[in-house]
Structure formats: structure tokens, C-alpha cells
């Protein structure tokens, strides 16, 4: 067997993991009917409690909860989705970049919007967005990227751009495109960032609009893809690489861009695990190896499981179940590698209950396994099992904190 990094780190993350008492379980939470016998012994030997990603109530997304809980508090550096969905895509960002959220579209040669999006086109984007990336506008370069379907990204990075302007998206259709325009008239900074999206914007009809992509579509009685409509701006926010924050030689071993662009951006070993559809049906067995491998040159892992959270969307309780059982059987194959030097910890990025198919903001449960904790009564591992646990009520920030102290990798603070 390779031999692993002592001490080292595991925060395994069930993606939405908490829920509330189902009908179909008798009242019992998904993690509560599961059958898991190594969380259950974790839980024994380890300390328990509850874990509010960002704070009391407050419905997170995976993104806002990942931020939080690697120790950036994201009502400080969360400025909107654009940058985190341009990070999650594979686009280069940096602290201080603008970045938008875009849609491509139809429009007629008046302008005026006939499809927000193009048909829900799915093939082509790729080639589109080629011919759009790598734009420069006055000193600007606009970078630009495909995602999923008909969405894209765009990112502005230039001397003197400000975050305060209005989409260029309508949110309507059969209406004329409109110009983005600075939210205050004596704001020069995003003045020139609604300039260059106007140009940027202009510029994406004039290359599109004959692309061979749209005559394909056009020949095939499809709408083309002709322009882009950017909105929701976000200034990309300055984070401290994780690695230098807290003294760690990280890796990042998740399912969904979102999450594996945050990772990224802080500069933590992304490792893609083939096999790992971010579904129900994940290999977790691939994903449980990659993080024993991960282990040899690593000695922080933060793991990702989506599944959980798809479940809940879904509102199918079974396949909840299903998929944290999978999870169990991941950490006994981790744990079965060697659990020498390991701290282990155990929780959700928020709560996503099958009663109601969307994010909510209870706590979610949470444990600690390492060499020196102090066990607590908690004997299973589940929402309310463990109320009362020595760890009492925490927040997402306080996680690494107690890792690293468990590791013996923190510095003190003060004498
Ligand atoms: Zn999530
Ligand atoms: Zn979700």
C-alpha cells in the first residue's frame, strides 16, 4: 500500500445532506433510516453535533455553504453567481475580474428578442463561444466560455471597471435589446465596464449571426444563437490561496463545477475521479480510491458527494437513502486504507429536505473523528442523534479550525 501523509485531513461533504423527518420513513430523515454502520461507529467514538454552514436559518447554496465552510465568510466575499459559475465552467478568473452570467439568444434584425434562448440549444455552443473568447475592447479582454445548454459566461478583466450596471438581458421576449447602463450616471467605472459590455454584446451579433453554426440552424428550421445577453455582474472577489491560510497541502476531490471552481480558484489539486456522474448512480468506491490515493501527497482532502443533495431535489427519499448508504460504505473503505494520523469530520453544505425539494436552512449534522477527541454520548450518526453532542452548535467557519487543531497543524494564537 502507498503510505499516506500523517497527520492528514478528510472534510467529507454529503452535499445537502440534512433533511427533515419523511412520511415515507415513518418520520424518520433519510440519514436516519440509512443503514450505516461506520458513520454509527465514527459517531461513537468520535464528537457529535450540529453545524450551521453559514448561520441560524439561513438557506445557502453550495456554493455560499463551500465558501463558508473552507473559512470565507461569504457574506463578506460572495458577491453574485457570475463569478463562481464562470470559476465552475473552467474560465481563468482572478480576484478583481467582472464576470456575468449570459444567455446566447435569438434576435431579429431589428433587434428585438425572439427566443432568450435559442432554442435550449445544446450543440455548437462550444464553437460559438470560440469565436467570441479572447475579445479585446479598448484595454479589455473578454473571456468567454460555454456552460451548459444555452448558458455561458462572460469575464472582463481591464483597469477601471466598476460592478454597478444593469443587464443587457431582458427577461422578456419581444422586446428590443437593451443597452447595459451604469445603475449611477457620475459612476465613470461602470460606465465604461456598460461600454464595453454594449460593444462586446454588439460585437457577439455581428460574428454570430452568420456563423456556420447558425446557418446550420437555420437550414434545419432551428433558431440561431446569435447574440449574447450577459446579467447578473459580480466582481470577482480576492481569496487567500487555502493552502496559505492555513499551512495545508490540499487537494479537492468533488463532483459539480460549481464546488470543483471554488476549489480551483483557492488553488487547492482539483482531481477529476472518472466515474463520478455527480448522480445517484456515482462510483463512490472510484471516489473513496482517489481519495486514498490523493492521501500519498496530500494531507487535507475536501470530498464531495452530490448525490444527496439530487435526492432531495427530487424528492425521492429512497434514493436519499441509497446514496448516504453508499457514502457509509465509502468511509469504511477509507478508513480500511489506514486510519492512522487521520482526522476525519462529516457533514452536509446545507440542508436539502425531500419534503420540500429545495435548500432549507437547518443546521446539518456533524461529527469529528480523530486520535484525541473526547467522545460523547452520541451513539448513531443522524439529525437528531446528535443534539447534545460534545460539539455542541457550530457555524461552517469553525471547521477547519478544529481540524487543524485535531492535526496538530495550528498555529497558536498568542503566547
Ligand atoms: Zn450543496
Ligand atoms: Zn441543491
Redesign the pocket.
Known amino acids: 500500500m502507498a503510505s499516506l501523509m500523517n497527520p492528514r485531513g478528510l472534510l467529507l461533504i454529503g452535499d ?1 445532506l440534512g433533511d427533515r423527518p419523511c412520511p415515507e420513513l415513518e418520520g424518520q430523515t433519510p440519514l436516519e433510516a440509512a443503514n450505516t454502520p461506520t458513520l454509527d461507529r465514527l459517531a461513537r467514538e468520535g464528537e457529535c453535533g450540529m453545524m450551521d454552514p453559514i448561520a441560524p436559518g439561513i438557506r445557502g447554496g ?1 456554493d455560499t455553504g463551500h465558501l463558508s465552510i473552507l473559512g470565507y465568510d461569504p457574506f463578506q466575499y460572495y458577491t453574485g453567481r457570475g463569478p463562481f459559475e464562470a470559476m465552475g465552467i473552467g474560465l481563468d478568473v482572478r480576484g478583481g475580474d467582472l464576470s456575468f452570467r449570459c444567455n446566447f439568444s435569438t434576435v431579429d434584425d431589428s433587434l428585438v428578442v425572439r427566443d432568450r434562448r435559442a432554442g435550449r440549444i445544446t450543440e455548437g455552443t462550444a464553437a460559438l463561444a470560440a469565436a467570441l473568447d479572447g475579445m479585446q475592447i479598448e484595454e479589455v479582454t473578454c473571456r468567454f466560455k460555454e456552460s451548459v445548454a444555452h448558458r455561458a459566461a462572460l469575464v472582463l478583466r481591464g483597469p477601471g471597471l466598476g460592478a454597478s450596471v444593469t443587464d443587457v438581458d431582458p427577461h422578456a421576449e419581444g422586446v428590443p435589446v437593451p443597452e447595459a447602463r451604469a445603475l449611477d450616471p457620475n459612476d465613470a467605472a461602470s460606465a465604461k465596464t456598460a461600454r464595453i459590455v454594449n460593444q462586446f454584446v454588439r460585437r457577439s451579433y455581428e460574428i454570430l449571426k452568420d456563423h456556420p453554426v447558425n446557418q446550420a440552424r437555420r437550414a434545419a428550421g432551428l433558431p440561431p444563437a446569435n447574440i449574447v445577453l450577459p446579467r447578473g455582474v459580480g466582481l470577482t472577489p480576492h481569496l487567500a490561496p487555502f493552502d496559505r491560510q492555513h499551512g495545508l497541502k490540499s487537494a479537492c476531490i468533488v463532483e459539480v463545477g460549481l464546488v470543483k471552481g471554488i476549489g480551483r480558484y483557492l488553488e487547492m489539486d482539483v482531481i477529476d475521479v472518472p466515474g463520478a456522474t455527480a448522480g445517484l448512480d456515482t462510483d463512490t468506491e472510484a471516489i473513496g480510491r482517489a481519495v486514498i490515493a490523493a492521501f500519498a501527497d496530500h494531507n487535507f482532502i475536501l470530498c464531495n458527494v452530490k448525490g444527496p ?1 439530487v435526492g432531495g ?1 427530487d424528492r425521492n427519499a429512497a434514493g436519499k437513502l441509497a446514496i448516504i448508504e453508499k457514502i457509509d460504505t465509502m468511509v469504511a473503505q477509507i478508513f480500511a486504507a489506514g486510519d492512522e494520523g487521520l482526522t476525519f469530520a462529516f457533514t452536509g453544505d446545507h440542508t ?1 429536505p425531500v419534503t420540500v425539494g429545495d ?1 432549507t436552512g437547518e443546521p446539518c449534522p456533524i461529527l469529528f473523528w480523530s486520535a484525541g477527541v473526547r467522545p460523547d454520548p452520541c451513539t448513531s450518526f443522524g439529525e437528531r442523534a446528535v443534539i447534545g453532542g460534545g460539539v455542541g452548535r457550530i457555524r461552517g467557519r469553525d471547521i477547519l479550525p478544529i481540524m487543524t487543531s485535531y492535526m496538530g497543524v495550528q498555529e497558536k494564537y498568542g503566547a
Open positions: 445537502g453550495s443533495d431535489h436539502t435548500h
